[in-house]
């Protein structure tokens, strides 16, 4: 049993510990987020942004995208 696991790490073929950096990675960034985003400074700012105005002018175009890769 553990041969298999050094010949496996040793050949490059173990791709589990490569997704559990990624994984690990990803939620990194959104703990580091959500830590960012719960600063009152920066809520003000993102209010004062505009992020759903931005988001309703968005979404006629991405509902005619959607039906242009419909057709």
């Known amino acids: 049993m553990a041969m298999d696991l050094i010949e496996s790490t040793a050949n490059g073929t173990d791709s589990g510990k490569d997704t559990l950096y990624m ?3 990803v939620a990194l960034m959104v703990f580091g987020a959500g830590l960012i985003l719960s600063n009152p400074a920066i809520r ?3 209010s004062n942004f505009g992020v ?3 988001a ?3 979404i ?3 509902e ?3 039906k242009l ?3």
């Open 56 to 58: 309703t002018a968005v």
């Open 52 to 54: 759903g105005n931005f």
């Open 60 to 62: 006629p175009d991405v």
């Open 44 to 46: 003000r700012y993102m």
């Open 23 to 25: 994984l690990g990675g």
């Open 69 to 71: 890769r419909a057709m």
């Open 64 to 66: 005619r995208y959607f």
